[in-house]
């Protein structure tokens, strides 16, 4: 007769870093969790983008900045205010 056993971890883990089973619930709420923090680096960036396209190409030569750099300005300040 032979006996088969299912090898998990100790963790109680996939392999993966999540739990074997997920409810709906959980599912839910780290899908959520993801969206709100997508939302708020999306926020950073628009309102950065808007501030700094507000400003004359006078005043942008002023501090240094480009009108082609304000997308790459934006995203590495929104990616700056995640850590």
């Known amino acids: 007769m032979t006996t088969h056993v299912m090898a998990s971890n100790s963790a109680g883990t996939a392999g993966n870093g999540r739990p074997d089973t997920w409810s709906l619930f959980d599912r839910i709420k780290t ?3 993801k969206l709100d923090g997508w939302w708020l680096w999306h926020q950073r960036y628009q309102r950065t983008a808007r501030e700094l396209g ?3 190409d006078h ?3 002023d501090i ?3 009108h082609h750099d304000i997308p790459r300005i934006a995203f590495e300040a929104a ?3 995640r850590s």
């Open 54 to 56: 507000a400003l004359s």
């Open 31 to 33: 899908i959520a969790i």
């Open 59 to 61: 005043e942008l030569n």
């Open 64 to 66: 240094g900045i480009a």
């Open 79 to 81: 990616n700056r205010a």
